[in-house]
């Protein structure tokens, strides 16, 4: 059954705020510096980047007929969780923050375009098409700034 639609936007927009609000007022080198288990916040941004793209493609793709391409295993998406990490960790905390908006605007237009089929959740692998992966990441890095006094 498909997903509804303004609900799926709502969902991603809520997520969305939620990490806005765990980076404001952050400065790059705080963002930079690798405190979260080897991660800096930097590298969440870009690794949630990714996986927005993952499933904007992913949706269009549905959209116009064809099989998901990224239909991953749990152990192939933390392998590519593994790769992304190591391709993106030389990225500087502006690119990531605007790796991070312009995925997430790639991934609601690809939603409020998105036909049934691309909405329906069955069509998608582990990662699924709504997923609480960004309220994760929001969750560590407010406790990382709990933590540190940021």
Known sequence: MAEDRDDLLRHYRESR???LEAIDGLTDEQ?????IDGWAVKDHLAHLALWDDIR???VERL???HHAAWKMT???????NATGY?????????QARWELDRS??????AITAATPRALDPASYGAAGLRSQ???QHSGWITRWRGETGF
């Open 74 to 80: 749990e152990k192939q998406d933390d392998d590519y």
């Open 104 to 109: 997430r605007r790639r991934l609601l237009d």
């Open 56 to 58: 904007a493609d992913e």
């Open 63 to 65: 959209s116009a007929g």
């Open 86 to 94: 190591e391709l993106r960790r030389t990225m500087s905390a502006a």
């Open 17 to 19: 705020v939620m990490l």
């Open 31 to 35: 963002m930079s510096k690798p405190t």
């Open 133 to 135: 992966h960004e309220d």
